[in-house]
């Protein structure tokens, strides 16, 4: 029984030993990744509500809007696409002021308003991702929460932050 130990002593050892150093992960870039058509686009344009709002990638990648689909942004970058937005909003505007931001398709389901898929931005955490679909805060029974849930400070009104009881 002893021998035994000792082995598989030596073979976790033997294993440590040894020196394994993988390529460190790069972060993900917001422009490595390329537009394909059915994804989304957030657009924004400063004092231009016409031209602003969340728009699909068509399948003939132009964005679905019916002035902005004369913009092919579909098998490019966002930077490159943000570009191009540039160079046809210049036709409305002198200088003009916008942000483009991709949209990242995320489901919801459970007890939640609207159960299905809906596009986030980038960035977008988790706590917000269940906030925007969890039910009204009103809606939320507390007597089915265990007896030991956390309760943060900002949750209810007038308690602070410490176990719930029901």
């Known amino acids: 029984m002893r021998s035994a ?9 033997g294993g440590c030993a040894g020196r394994l150093d993988p390529a460190p992960l790069q972060p993900a870039v917001q422009g490595d990744s390329l537009l394909r058509p ?5 657009i924004t344009v400063w004092r231009q509500p016409e031209f ?3 728009f699909v990638v068509n399948p ?10 004369a913009v092919k942004v579909g098998g490019v970058a966002p930077s490159v696409a943000r570009a191009r ?8 505007e002198q ?6 931001e991709p949209l990242y398709p995320v489901v919801t389901a459970g007890e939640v308003r609207q159960p299905g898929l809906v596009s986030l931005p980038r960035g977008t955490t988790l706590s917000e991702a269940i906030g925007r679909a969890a039910r009204a805060p009103w809606v939320l ?7 030991t849930a956390w309760c943060p400070a900002a949750t209810i ?8 009881q029901p």
Do not use: C, I, M
């Open 5 to 13: 130990w000792l082995f598989l002593a030596g073979l976790a050892a």
């Open 38 to 42: 059915g994804d989304a686009l957030r």
């Open 52 to 54: 602003s709002g969340d």
């Open 60 to 69: 003939d990648s132009t964005v679905a809007h019916p002035l902005l689909q």
């Open 85 to 92: 937005l540039r160079d046809f909003l210049t036709g409305y």
């Open 95 to 100: 200088n003009p002021r916008f942000v483009v």
């Open 141 to 147: 029974r507390l007597d089915r929460l265990p007896r």
């Open 157 to 164: 009104p007038g308690r602070a932050g410490g176990p719930l």
